[in-house]
C-alpha cells in the first residue's frame, strides 16, 4: 500500500513545480490547474491567461539565469581546479608535471565532488527549466482552446438543449443518445 501511495505521490508533485523567485522565496503552482479550462467561466478564463502566461515567463527566464549562473561557477571552479592540479599535482594524488595529460586532468577534474555536485544541480536546473517551457507551450494551447470554446459559445454549443456530461479532469463527453432523447421529448409537447 505504502508503495501506492508514493507513486500517487510522485505523480501529484509532476503537477506541482517549486522555485525560487528574485528574492529567493520559494513559490509553488499547479501547473495542471492553470492550463485547465472550465468551461462555464469561459469569461475568466480568457482574462486570467495572460497573467498566467506572464508569470510562467518570468518563471522561465529566472530559471534560466539560475541555470546560467550554474554554469558559470562551474566553469569558474574547473578553471581553478584545472591550475591546482598543474601546480600542485600531489594534493590531487598525481605524481608529475611531465606525465600530465589533457585528458588526465580533465578527468581529475571531473572526479571532483563539488564539481558533481555542480553538475546534478545544471541537470536539476535543466529539467526544471524543460518543465517550465512545456508549461508555457501548454498555456499557448489553452489560448487557443480557449478561442474555440469562445467559437463554440457563439455557436451555442453549450446551450441547455445540449447533454453534456462531466468526467474527472474537466472533461466533457457528448451523448448521442441523451441529446436524441432531449429532443424526441420537446418534439412531443
Known sequence: ??????KI???????????LDRQNKEEEINYQKAVAIDPDKLDEEIFSQPGLYMKFS???SETERRREKLKNKLGILEAD?????????EMFELKSLKSM???LVKNTIQRQEEVQSLNERIIQANYDL?????????????????EKAVDL????????????????????IYYE????????????K
Open 130 to 146: 524543460n518543465r517550465v517551457k512545456f508549461a508555457i507551450t501548454s498555456l499557448e494551447h489553452k489560448k487557443k482552446m480557449l
Open 81 to 89: 581546479l584545472d591550475f591546482k592540479i598543474r601546480s600542485k599535482p
Open 177 to 188: 443518445n441523451i441529446n436524441r432523447q432531449m429532443r424526441e421529448g420537446l418534439n412531443k
Open 101 to 103: 595529460t589533457e585528458s
Open 153 to 172: 459559445y457563439n455557436g451555442q454549443y453549450f446551450s441547455p438543449i445540449k447533454a453534456l456530461h462531466t468526467i474527472k479532469g474537466g472533461k466533457r
Open 9 to 19: 505521490q510522485k505523480l501529484a508533485d509532476r503537477d506541482q513545480m517549486r522555485f
Open 1 to 6: 500500500m505504502k508503495e501506492k501511495v508514493s
Open 58 to 60: 518570468e518563471i522561465y
